[in-house]
């Protein structure tokens, strides 16, 4: 990756035009939403002077709620094309500077299909959400990373009172890696919160998770605490999870600060790991200076250490 003053003479000779050219349309999206929003306020002041004394404020409410929702909906409409414009020409910018082999597109991402084929979440898929595909090869490994959110539903009550509820599976970033190894079966390491709470208790019930596959137990004490690791082929899951990998995994945990899964099949490594802020958004309440795209070079950095961080570049094994 290219260095911070590699950057800042890229912002000097280039990007700072660019911004420059998009700064007025960030200033008269921001206007309309600011104009909007005075609207529904005014208009809100004037349905409570007349309903409230009437004794209708239930009706002033619902007009309260469709307000908020008339001022969402005008920031989506207002914001949406100078984001999906500066996504296209800063942000891809940044990133394709930093890393020349990578290439961004901001409306893709982890198919999925891909997610799924991970096997990190069993759980069934009724929405899924994704951005911020970047995609190419970092040293040696080819690589593909996106955020990615999956929910499913469930409901509850019946007739007009049944309410639908929206589940977070998975929100955060996704990561895909070549491991240049062709894997026979199926290894997935999973956050240890069973054992972590409930201790031996913990340990026999992982036993039973069937689906699964075998529990694999590894003589790693620190690696045990953290994490728990199944797989259809305990030979290979070991050949995997050697000593190096497993204190490079929970270095890795360490370092991002939040929990992490991992799974190895075919010849990939796939890597989930938990974020609440969206990666590579443009400031919208501020104008857009170096700093902002210091941070954007951090966003990349989450996903492209990870090549280090696990050591994909060197090439222990070859595949068949």
Request: net charge neutral; aromatic share 12%.
């Amino acid at each position: 990756m290219k260095s911070p003053n590699d950057l800042q003479t890229f912002y000097e000779t280039t990007l700072k035009t660019q911004i420059d050219a998009l700064e007025q349309r960030r200033r008269r999206a921001l206007n309309g939403c600011f104009i909007t929003a005075g609207v529904v306020v005014v208009a809100a002041i004037v349905i409570a002077a007349m309903t409230i004394p009437t004794g209708e404020p239930v009706f002033f409410a619902l007009i309260l709620i469709g307000g908020v929702g008339i001022v969402a909906a005008a920031y989506v409409l207002f914001t949406s094309g100078y984001r999906r414009d500066f996504k296209n020409t800063i942000v891809r910018g940044v990133i394709e500077f930093m890393e020349p082999n990578l290439r961004y597109y901001p409306d893709q991402g982890i198919s999925s299909r891909q997610f799924q084929q991970s096997e990190l979440f069993k759980q069934r898929i009724d929405r899924y959400r994704c951005e911020d595909l970047v995609q190419g090869r970092i040293g040696q490994t080819d690589v593909a990373f996106s955020e990615v959110h999956a929910q499913y539903k469930t409901s509850s009550g019946s007739g007009k009172n049944r309410r639908t509820h929206w589940h977070t599976i998975f929100k955060g970033l996704f990561f895909i890696g070549d491991f240049h190894k062709d894997f026979s079966g199926r290894t997935v390491v999973l956050p240890d919160r069973a054992e972590k709470l409930l201790g031996r208790l913990g340990q026999t019930l992982q036993g039973w998770n069937i689906a699964r596959g075998q529990l694999v137990k590894l003589e790693d004490v620190e690696f045990e605490r953290e994490f728990v690791v199944y797989s259809d082929d305990q030979i290979e899951a070991r050949y995997i999870l050697s000593t190096s990998m497993m204190e490079r995994i929970v270095a890795l945990k360490r370092k991002l600060n939040t929990d992490i899964s991992l799974s190895f099949f075919g010849s990939r490594v796939y890597v989930a790991f938990s974020m609440r802020d969206n990666l590579f958004e443009p400031k919208l309440l501020g104008e857009t200076d170096f700093e902002t795209l210091l941070e954007y070079v951090s966003d990349l950095r989450l996903a492209t250490d990870i090549v280090e961080d696990l050591n994909l570049n060197t090439r222990i094994w070859s595949k068949a």
